[in-house]
């Protein structure tokens, strides 16, 4: 089995992948009578047809070593996800390229770390590593099928 160490998450290497959400530095403005930071636009929403919806996600927490068989990826729109707690989760992605996944990346949050996969990206199924696994979820809502499966030959082995 092929492993694969995980990295701690940063925006400068999961630029290709989509956009890291995080309340880090001065917020962009103040609002509320200057008691309230706005972090302002900082994910790069997009959906072919239908319309951006909000939902909650209660998965099953994960353990590392984790065995990886499958990406799966969103033609039709970006997906976001807010973890409504502060604990860490692990993110798959791996570039696309022929229809087919290449080698994929893993990583770790820090506490208060989302992301947004952008649209098309190749991205492992939400694996929260603490309960209670909630997370808030921005993407698409709207006709036709917007999900692609790809099954790895052989899997990889996801290590912390």
Same mark, same amino acid.
């Given at each position: 089995? $092929?492993? $694969?160490?995980?990295?701690?998450? #940063? ?17 962009? =403005? ?20 239908? &319309?951006?919806? $909000?939902?909650?996600? =209660?998965?099953? +927490?994960? =353990? %590392?070593?984790?065995? %990886?068989?499958? !990406?799966? &990826? ?33 990583? !770790? #949050? ?21 309960? +209670?696994?909630?997370?808030? !979820? !921005? ?18 082995? $996801?290590?912390?």
């Amino acid at each position: 089995m $092929i492993k $694969i160490r995980a990295q701690l998450l #940063t925006a400068e290497a999961f630029a290709p992948f989509g956009d890291v959400l995080e309340a880090r530095g001065a917020p962009d =403005k103040q609002i509320n009578q200057g008691l309230c930071g706005r972090f302002h636009d900082r994910a790069a929403l997009d959906f072919d047809g239908g &319309r951006a919806g $909000i939902s909650l996600f =209660k998965a099953e +927490p994960r =353990k %590392l070593p984790l065995t %990886l068989e499958m !990406v799966e &990826r969103h033609p039709d729109g970006s997906q976001a996800f807010l973890p409504m707690s502060q604990d860490p989760f692990l993110i798959v992605v791996a570039p696309g390229g022929g229809g087919k996944p290449g080698r994929p990346t893993a990583f !770790v #949050t820090a506490p208060g770390q989302g992301v947004n996969y952008f649209r098309g990206v190749w991205h492992g199924v939400l694996s929260p590593l603490c309960a +209670p696994g909630l997370f808030a !979820v !921005v993407d698409r809502i709207g006709e036709g099928p917007n999900l692609e499966e790809h099954w790895f030959d052989e899997p990889y082995m $996801i290590e912390h």
